[in-house]
Nanobody, 120 residues
Framework: QVQLVESGGGLVQAGGSLRLSCVVS????????MGWFRQAPGKEREFVAL????????SYADSVKGRFSISRDNAKNTVYLQMNSLKPEDTAVYYC?????????????WGQGTQVTVSS
């Protein structure tokens, strides 16, 4: 059974930083890409960031480029999302996921999400 458990969300002021973590079990973590998505109230879930199996390739949504950074530690089965210069519009539930190939990524497994709230 594949499980993804996110942590690190919370309330932060605009301009602040948070680091999200996601621990994966039940799947060979180092073999697959990992992604972060988010869903704001009343909006559809949207892509945030993606990292390949080794960490050598990453991609980001335009809205977070230059502010967010995705990384992974394969020894700890953990993927991270470092979020800097946070804005109120970053407020959302953040979900990690793991899926298919990096070049044609389809999320297959999701975590339960962690709430990030950015106050103005």
């Amino acid at each position: 059974q594949v499980q993804l458990v996110e942590s690190g969300g919370g309330l932060v002021q605009a301009g602040g930083s948070l680091r999200l973590s996601c621990v994966v079990s039940g799947r060979p973590f180092s073999s697959y890409p990992m992604g972060w998505f988010r869903q704001a109230p009343g909006k559809e879930r949207e892509f945030v960031a993606l990292i390949n199996w080794s960490g050598s390739r990453t991609s980001y949504a335009d809205s977070v480029k230059g502010r967010f950074s995705i990384s992974r530690d394969n020894a700890k089965n953990t993927v991270y999302l470092q979020m800097n210069s946070l804005k109120p519009e970053d407020t959302a539930v953040y979900y990690c996921n793991t899926g298919t190939s990096y070049s044609d990524y389809v999320p297959l497994y999701w975590g339960q999400g962690t709430q990030v709230t950015v106050s103005s």
